[in-house]
Every structure is written in structure tokens, then in C-alpha cells.
């Protein structure tokens, strides 16, 4: 059985179903089901919340599962609804046992049956989230020589494999070690590996490198790695109240689509597209191949739009807005209307796909509020970097991703949703909606 690469879906779904007796396919077809009964203004209506880390994957039409364990990750709040939708009460999760959630019921003077329906209403974010770093194996004799290496750096917590779940594996890379692909790092080079030891590109350099100086080159690496944990905790096409879509096109053949997105709410009757109807694969794209986004808004009032490109490499590079002297005419899209990305009509500029080679993630970020901080730090960026069109690849990628999640958080915080731990950022569903297009490119 083929096995998925963790970095192209967050928490993915798997052995634990089989104890109850389903199947992949069965899976597949009531996760369908479910989303499309959820939505609905019906009578009756089913909740279920699972959250599962990892699975392998064999099966030609598996949609892929994002954020399935967030709520019970997170400390987020519920509402609990009537099928008309009308909120009864709140719950708000504390703290978590496996798949096992536990949380405070806010009442109110309406009363509450059993099996009432719960609906994500707040995301919480951890404010001092910290990338995992494990030490392979191979290496934990050294131990008391990396932990004073890592010291320095912010929000990076260094740990022994086994002793808790880590982002990314910090050791050698050795000739023990399989490799899947014919470029392989030198042998006794330091990086960062994935949690199955399968090497990050880029993240290697000279054999025999110290501790020391491996840290230090990595360290705009490890804070790149951690934005993109932290922006991953806002995927939410499931549970968004936006109606919104997207496409991922070659703009040279209409019948070329690669990949097609939406929220929950915007199509009750679609099923997500994100592979070819014949393969079990992430969609290969050819390096040099012209792509555009097609964003449409589906509600009645405009949404501000950020896309953001996740390469092999842990890179972050905007994509959208790109227009480096104009930003406030160009991030909004007026109600019922689809934007296109680029618009190869004007000539303004093209987008291809580029190196490295490897898995690529674009993330779609719609909010119904300007994105104010966050954009003036990309403007500030620009300027530093003198570039006044195009896609530009971020050189302080944590700080740009946290004044996102703080404009985020700030929407939140002007509702009237009390805030009581005020470590946490709190993202509103009905303001937000986060969709992910992941795809690979190859030679």
C-alpha cells in the first residue's frame, strides 16, 4: 500500500477506523454524506467528530481530510444548535484524551436535548505555539551538544524521539538512512528530516558541518517551518461559514483542471476535487507550466484574499497581492465575483511553476475584514527588497504569518465574543475561511 507524505495533509485519518469496522471507502462515503446533511436546514442531523493522525492511502477517490483533529487539539468553542441553526448554547473545549474532548457547557435558558447538533463558532490558536524538534536516534549521545545549539532560537522546543509527537527530526543524514529519490544530501550532513525519515529538501549542506553552524543556517528555516504550522491551524473549508471556491487552472487549456475547492456551505452537492479522476496521486504539474487561481465569492458582501505557496523546501512565497505599490485596490472581491489570478487578459505578469521540484501547497486565505497589518508588513517587505510586482518570497516569514493570525485574531476580539485566555487567538468561522490546493511539481 502506498504510503502519503504527511506534508501534503494536516492529521490525516486512518487505522484507528478499522476497530469500528469501516473501511476506507465507507469513510469516503459517509464523511460525503455527512458534510452534505450538516449543511442542510433539515429536521434531523448527525454530528460526529473524529480525529485521527495518520493513514495510508490505496484508494482512487479519498478526499483529503484537513483539520479533522483541530477541534479536539485546540481549545475551541461550539455552538450548539436547533435544525434551524438558531444557537441554544456554547461549548468551550479544555482539553483533550486521544479522541476524546472534554469542555464547558455554557447554558442558557433554552433547553438542550441529547444528539443536539455541535458547529465550530471559534477557533482557538495558540499564542506560544513552539515547533517540536526531534533528535533521531542516532544522535541523542549528543544531546547535551544540540540542546545549547537550539537555545537560542525562539519557539523551538528540542525533545528525544519517543517522548512526545514532533514536527520535524533534526540528525545526519547517513548511509542507513533509505532514500526515495536520486539526489541525496551528502553523507554526515545535518538537517531536518520528516517524522519517517524521509530528508527536507534544502535543509542539508557540507558533509562533516558542526552543530553549531547547522543550527545557525537553519535558523530562517525553523521559523518558516513554524508560520507554516501556525497558518495550518486555520485550515477550515468544513467548517467555514464563507461561501467561497477556487480553482486551480492552466490558463492555455480550459479542459486542464487541477484542482477545485470550496467551502462546505458554498455547494451542498459537490465533492472537493484535488486528484485526477484516474490516479490515487497528488497531481503532478510539469516544472515551467502556466497556473491560474480562479477565487469566486459567493456572498453578498466583498472578502479580502491572501495566497500564499508552501514549496518542497518550507519556503512561503506570496503570490497574492502582487502588485506591491497598490495594495488596497487590489486584495477585495466584490460580491458574486470571481477573481482570477493571474488575469492573463491584461498581461500584467505570468505564473509558472517553479523549482524546487517536489510538493507544493497554495493556501487560500478569505477574510470578510482588510487585512491590515499583515499587509502593511508585506509592503514593508517589498520596499526592503525592492520589488514592486510579483510574487515575492517572504524573508521573515514568521512575523508576516503571526501579524496575519493577530488580524485575524483582532476581527475576533471586535465581536461579541468574550475572550477569557487571552494566550490564545481566537478566529472566527464566519468571518474566515482557509482552503488548500496541494499539488507536486516535477520535471
Not at 553523507?187 to 543550527?215: C, H, K, M, Q, R
Not at 495594495?327 to 505578469?349: C, G, H, M
Amino acid at each position: 500500500m502506498s504510503r502519503i507524505k504527511r506534508r501534503h495533509f494536516l492529521q490525516l485519518a486512518g487505522s484507528t477506523l478499522a476497530s469500528l469496522g469501516w473501511s476506507q471507502g465507507n469513510i469516503v462515503s459517509l464523511s460525503s454524506s455527512y458534510s452534505k446533511v450538516l449543511a442542510q436546514n433539515t429536521s434531523r442531523k448527525l454530528a460526529l467528530l473524529i480525529g485521527i493522525n495518520q493513514y495510508d492511502l490505496d484508494f482512487s477517490g479519498w478526499i483529503p481530510l484537513q483539520g479533522c483533529v483541530t477541534d479536539v487539539q485546540l481549545r475551541s468553542t461550539l455552538s450548539v444548535i436547533d435544525p434551524q441553526e438558531n444557537q441554544l448554547a456554547t461549548v468551550e473545549l479544555d482539553n483533550r484524551d486521544g479522541l476524546i474532548g472534554y469542555g464547558k457547557l455554557v447554558l442558557t435558558e433554552k433547553s438542550l436535548s441529547r444528539g443536539s447538533l455541535l458547529q465550530e463558532k471559534i477557533r482557538s490558536i495558540p499564542a506560544d505555539l513552539n515547533l517540536k524538534i526531534g533528535i533521531n536516534d542516532s544522535e541523542i549521545h549528543r544531546l547535551t551538544e544540540i540542546q545549547p545549539a537550539f537555545a537560542p532560537l525562539n519557539r523551538i522546543e528540542i525533545l528525544p524521539l519517543h517522548q512526545g509527537e514532533v514536527d520535524y527530526i533534526f540528525g545526519r543524514f547517513t548511509t542507513e538512512i533509505p532514500s526515495t529519490t536520486s539526489t541525496t544530501p551528502p553523507i554526515n550532513s545535518w538537517g531536518l528530516f520528516y517524522s519517517d525519515l524521509v530528508f527536507l529538501p534544502g535543509s542539508f549542506a557540507t558533509s562533516n558541518e558542526s552543530i553549531i553552524s547547522a543550527v545557525e543556517r537553519l535558523q530562517h528555516k525553523l521559523q518558516s517551518l513554524l508560520a507554516i504550522k501556525l497558518i495550518r491551524l486555520t485550515l477550515n473549508p468544513h467548517s467555514s461559514r464563507l461561501k467561497v471556491s477556487a480553482t486551480l487552472t492552466n490558463p492555455y487549456n480550459a479542459r486542464q483542471l487541477w484542482a477545485e475547492v470550496v467551502t462546505t456551505r458554498s455547494n451542498l452537492n459537490y465533492v472537493p476535487t484535488y486528484r485526477s479522476a484516474s490516479s490515487a496521486k497528488t497531481e503532478q504539474i510539469s516544472l515551467g507550466t502556466p497556473l491560474q487561481f480562479a477565487v469566486t465569492n459567493q456572498e453578498d458582501r466583498p472578502i479580502y484574499i491572501n495566497i500564499l505557496a508552501i514549496d518542497a523546501e518550507g519556503e512561503i512565497t506570496v503570490i497574492f497581492p502582487n502588485h506591491w505599490t497598490d495594495l488596497a485596490s487590489q486584495i477585495s472581491i466584490s460580491p458574486q465575483t470571481t477573481l482570477k489570478i493571474p488575469d492573463y487578459n491584461t498581461a500584467e505578469f505570468e505564473l509558472h511553476t517553479g523549482e524546487p521540484l517536489g510538493s507544493t501547497e497554495i493556501l487560500i486565505v478569505c477574510s470578510t475584514n482588510p487585512l491590515k497589518r499583515s499587509l502593511h508588513k508585506l509592503e514593508q517587505l517589498a520596499q526592503q527588497n525592492q520589488i514592486s510586482r510579483g510574487a515575492m518570497t517572504l524573508s521573515q516569514p514568521w512575523e508576516v504569518i503571526e501579524d496575519l493570525i493577530t488580524d485575524l485574531d483582532n476581527r475576533t476580539r471586535n465581536t461579541e465574543v468574550t475572550v477569557e485566555k487571552k494566550t490564545n487567538h481566537l478566529i472566527d468561522t464566519t468571518q474566515l475561511a482557509i482552503l488548500s490546493i496541494p499539488f507536486e511539481v516535477v520535471l
